[in-house]
T-cell receptor, first 111, second 113 residues
Framework: EADIYQTPRYLVIGTGKKITLECSQT?????MYWYQQDPGMELHLIHY???????EKGDLSSESTVSRIRTEHFPLTLESARPSHTSQYLC??????????FGPGTRLTVT | GQNIDQPTEMTATEGAIVQINCTYQ??????LFWYQQHAGEAPTFLSY????GLEEKGRFSSFLSRSKGYSYLLLKELQMKDSASYLC??????????????FGKGTKLSVIP
């Protein structure tokens, strides 16, 4: 059983608000990832990190930002939420390129 | 870049065998993963192939042919709980891409009685 957590699980918020989606893992994995997934669609990588103080943008352009100050923590922030940000956000971690373990996801709705 | 193709939907009968195909075109290849994702839930890891051939794990098997850019996931003795989306994902080869996965759109499998 993978130990990777995301909060909140569901979030409904108004346009223009600043939000932070939390992701934590207790496995000591150095690599962490954020994906965005719309219903019935594929996962798109939006951010990744290969260690503390290392973050990169993924294939899908995103207005969100991430930070990696501690190994176990990889939060994602939206400075000003818009309805186009409505989606499911999945966090994952892995050890040295092996399989990725996914958190339960945050389903975000921006009204 | 990566391009991954899977059938969108499949239906199979409880107790039967189903094969889900995945074809890929990549600029570099360093392994292929299969994940299962139930509706509204996170993907869970099923199998990994990096060399040609068949990997078996209980009711699930996965096959890879690197020269053909082809993989399949074989599910035996289907159960109702196997109704889910099955995601094919390819890992890149060089530099930063070697730890990233590119996912296909997934195949939604419906198991009927």
């Amino acid at each position: 059983e993978a130990d990777i957590y995301q909060t909140p699980r569901y979030l409904v918020i108004g346009t223009g608000k600043k939000i932070t989606l939390e992701c934590s893992q207790t496995m000591g994995h150095d690599k962490m990832y954020w994906y965005q997934q719309d219903p019935g669609m594929e996962l798109h990588l939006i951010h990744y990190s290969y260690g503390v103080n290392s973050t990169e943008k993924g294939d899908l352009s995103s207005e969100s930002t991430v930070s990696r100050i501690r190994t176990e923590h990889f939060p994602l922030t939206l400075e000003s939420a818009r309805p186009s940000h409505t989606s499911q956000y999945l966090c994952a971690s892995s050890e040295s390129g092996l399989e990725q373990y996914f958190g339960p996801g945050t389903r975000l709705t921006v009204t | 870049g990566q391009n991954i193709d899977q059938p969108t939907e499949m239906t199979a009968t409880e107790g039967a065998i189903v094969q889900i195909n995945c074809t890929y075109q990549t600029s570099g290849f360093n392994g292929l993963f299969w994940y299962q994702q139930h509706a509204g839930e996170a993907p869970t890891f099923l199998s990994y192939n990096v060399l040609d051939g068949l990997e078996e794990k209980g009711r699930f098997s996965s096959f890879l042919s690197r020269s053909k850019g082809y993989s399949y996931l074989l599910l035996k003795e289907l159960q109702m709980k196997d109704s889910a989306s099955y995601l094919c994902a390819v890992r890149g080869l060089s530099g930063a891409g070697s730890y990233q996965l590119t996912f296909g759109k997934g195949t939604k499998l419906s198991v009927i009685p």
